[in-house]
């Protein structure tokens, strides 16, 4: 199976969070949704068997309008990083964006360097989520406030750089404002954190989640390759919960649909979670 850093090889061959500058919401969200609370987005590495303009259709399909671009994307019959597309390339992700009405709000798997940000300029892009080197977050901050562009630190499961958020915290000393988190709760539960819990130690600091939901929690190292992504609300995830401590933070973000399983019939399962968010943010607003 293809993962996230394989693919991205392939193409490569705090404090309180800042609100959004000089945006306006109905230039960002075509559904009307309001910036100033929890959005939903979708993860085109949901659709990473496919091509980009293919996966945008498919969000817009399963009922959101807004995509976090990953880092890695097949555009025509080229892997590629998003960063490196030519201007023809970012011509056709455009068009097929103002074509179905769907956002591109962030992008993923960024080390924070200059590429990323000018393509970030480029689509109008919210915020870059990634796995800088430690020693590299002061100047990742800096050239993120520069560029009014957040950038947020994204966990994998343990033992990748980031998996132990408690840590990470000790590591922001120097930072901006626009540094901040985008936590995987599904890659919380594999490294054996509650991603209940994490999400309230890192109250004002998030600016997006990769929420999942998950077919159990981790019980031993063996089993960890039996979890998998379920639709939101079905699993063991505490979804629900999350979804919850997220409004009352009052967060304003991007909660992001990354759906990492059955991967070439998961439009059902991703529309599912759609649903399922906007049922729990319209209940508590």
């Known amino acids: 199976?293809?993962?996230?850093?394989?693919?991205?090889?392939?193409?490569?061959?705090?404090?309180?969070?800042?609100?959004?500058?000089?945006?306006?919401?109905?230039?960002?969200?075509?559904?009307?949704?309001?910036?100033?609370?929890?959005?939903?987005?979708?993860?085109?590495?949901?659709?990473?068997?496919?091509?980009?303009?293919t996966g945008i259709r498919k969000t817009k399909e399963a009922g959101v309008s807004a995509v976090e671009i990953a880092g890695g994307i097949l555009i025509g019959e080229a892997k590629k990083r998003a960063s490196a597309t030519t201007k023809e390339e970012r011509k056709r992700i455009k068009d097929v964006l103002a074509e179905t009405g769907v956002k591109a709000v962030s992008l993923g798997g960024s080390q924070g360097g200059t590429e990323d940000f000018d393509f970030a300029a480029d689509f109008g892009l919210l915020r870059l989520q990634g796995e800088p080197p430690f020693d590299k977050l002061v100047e990742v901050s800096e050239r993120a406030e520069k560029y009014k562009v957040q950038f947020t630190l994204h966990n994998h499961p343990k033992p990748s750089r980031y998996w132990n958020y408690k840590e990470t915290l000790n590591q922001l000393d120097g930072t901006t404002s626009y540094l901040g988190f985008c936590p995987d709760t599904g890659h919380f539960t594999r490294s054996g954190i509650d991603p209940l819990q994490a999400i309230k130690d890192l109250e004002g600091r998030i600016f997006a989640v990769h929420l999942k939901d998950l077919n159990d929690t981790l019980q031993s190292e063996e089993q960890k390759k039996s979890l998998h992504d379920v639709p939101w609300g079905t699993g063991k995830g505490q979804v629900e919960a999350i979804l919850n401590e997220l409004l009352r933070q009052k967060v304003n973000g991007t909660v992001i649909i990354e759906y990492e399983y059955d991967w070439d019939n998961n439009l059902a399962a991703v529309a599912r979670c759609a649903k399922f968010f906007h049922k729990i943010v319209s209940a508590n607003t």
């Open 1 to 53: 199976m293809t993962t996230r850093r394989t693919f991205l090889a392939q193409c490569a061959a705090f404090v309180s969070a800042p609100t959004v500058l000089g945006l306006n919401v109905s230039d960002v969200f075509a559904d009307g949704q309001k910036l100033s609370g929890l959005n939903l987005a979708v993860q085109t590495w949901t659709f990473k068997d496919f091509d980009i303009e």
